[in-house]
């Protein structure tokens, strides 16, 4: 979800300034609000239920780079570009009214 938010990014034309209509779409902000925000954040708890329950086996071993470690700082990073579109997506709502 972090690479599609960031994805959705450059298609929503944020990194960008928003010469070309074409660039400005505020359901490609919408849709990246909802994929880096909320989706990101269910796969992050659902992430952390499965490893609980896989830890409470005998026969779990981790990785030397422990996901558990890792996880949480990507589902930040793609709660924090969710909230980056929907501030893009505010933006556009505004210049509309």
């Not at 010469?19 to 609000?33: E, I, M, Q, R």
């Not at 909230?83 to 933006?91: K, P, Q, R, V």
């Given at each position: 979800?972090?690479?599609?938010?960031?994805?959705?990014?450059?298609?929503?034309?944020?990194?960008?300034?928003?010469?070309?209509?074409a660039t400005c779409d505020?359901?490609?902000?919408?849709?990246?609000?909802?994929?880096?925000?909320?989706?990101?954040?269910?796969?992050?708890?659902?992430?952390?239920?499965?490893?609980?329950?896989?830890?409470?086996?005998?026969?779990?071993?981790?990785?030397?780079?422990?996901?558990?470690?890792?996880?949480?700082?990507?589902?930040?990073?793609?709660?924090?570009?969710?909230?980056?579109?929907?501030?893009?997506?505010?933006?556009?709502?505004?210049?509309?009214?």
């Amino acid at each position: 979800m972090l690479l599609v938010a960031a994805a959705l990014l450059f298609m929503g034309g944020e990194f960008m300034p928003c010469g070309k209509a074409a660039t400005c779409d505020p359901a490609v902000n919408l849709s990246g609000f909802v994929g880096g925000s909320l989706i990101g954040v269910a796969s992050f708890g659902a992430f952390m239920a499965d490893d609980k329950a896989y830890r409470a086996t005998k026969r779990y071993r981790d990785w030397p780079i422990s996901p558990r470690r890792l996880i949480p700082w990507i589902a930040g990073l793609a709660w924090a570009l969710g909230i980056w579109h929907m501030f893009g997506f505010a933006l556009h709502l505004t210049r509309l009214l």
